[in-house]
C-alpha cells in the first residue's frame, strides 16, 4: 500500500507557473512508475505525464508537451510537475497515480492521491 499526497495547487494567472507536490509514504515507492493526471468539471480524468521508476523514461500528453515537466526523487520519495506557461484550460484536479508500468491508461494505477485544484484564470 502506498499513500499519496498532493499539494501545490493554487490559483494563477494565464501564463503563470505552478509545480505540484506528490509525496509518498513508503520507501517502495522507488520501484514504481509514476503518473499525474487531471480532471476538470464535467470531464473525464485524462493523463498528463509518466515517468519510470529510475525517471529514464518519461511521456506527456499532447496539450502539455513543452510545458510541463515531471520529475521524482526516489530519496525523498517525491514527486513533481513543474507547470509553466499554463493556460486556462488546465484548469482542473491533478492527481498522482502509482503503477507498475508507466502507462497513460488510469486503470494501469494502483494508488492514487486525493488530488490538488489548479485553477489558471484568463
Known amino acids: 500500500q502506498v499513500e499519496l499526497v498532493e499539494s501545490g495547487g493554487g490559483l494563477v494567472q494565464a501564463g503563470g507557473s505552478l509545480r505540484l507536490s506528490c509525496a509518498a509514504s513508503?520507501?517502495?515507492?522507488?520501484?514504481?512508475?509514476m503518473g499525474w493526471f487531471r480532471q476538470a468539471p464535467g470531464k473525464e480524468r485524462e493523463f498528463v505525464a509518466t515517468i519510470s521508476w529510475h525517471s529514464r523514461s518519461t511521456d506527456y500528453a499532447d496539450p502539455v508537451k513543452g510545458r510541463f515537466t515531471i520529475s521524482r526523487d526516489n530519496a525523498k520519495k517525491m514527486l513533481w510537475l513543474q507547470m509553466d506557461s499554463l493556460k486556462p484550460e488546465d484548469t482542473a484536479i491533478y492527481y498522482c497515480?502509482?503503477?507498475?508500468?508507466?502507462?497513460?491508461?488510469?486503470?494501469?494505477?494502483?494508488?492514487w492521491g486525493q488530488g490538488t485544484q489548479v485553477t489558471v484564470s484568463s
Open positions: 497515480a502509482a503503477g507498475l508500468s508507466p502507462r497513460v491508461t488510469s486503470t494501469d494505477y494502483n494508488y
Open positions: 513508503e520507501r517502495t515507492f522507488s520501484t514504481y512508475a
